[in-house]
């Protein structure tokens, strides 16, 4: 489990989906639970492991397409063909 740290995951709760980075991991109720943080915004939650799912290998997937820019206060995200810009 410890191997999860540092890594990318993308974390779904609602039906919506976060980019975010495993900061740390523990055993809670016999179940594995990770500490993360979104790669924009700010803030951290202990999560379970059915809510998290490592990055896609896909390169038309947000693993390859997650560009911030603290200049500007934006962070570009395109999905697939199409793009957004969220600010």
Known sequence: MQKAIG???????????????????KVGYGKPRFL?????????TWVEYATISPMPKDKNTLHHAVRTNTSQGYAAIPSGQNGMVVR
């Open 7 to 25: 890594q990318p995951v993308l974390y779904e709760s609602h039906g919506l989906q976060f980019v975010c980075v495993v900061r740390d991991v």
């Open 36 to 44: 993360i943080t979104p790669m924009t915004g700010k803030g951290e």
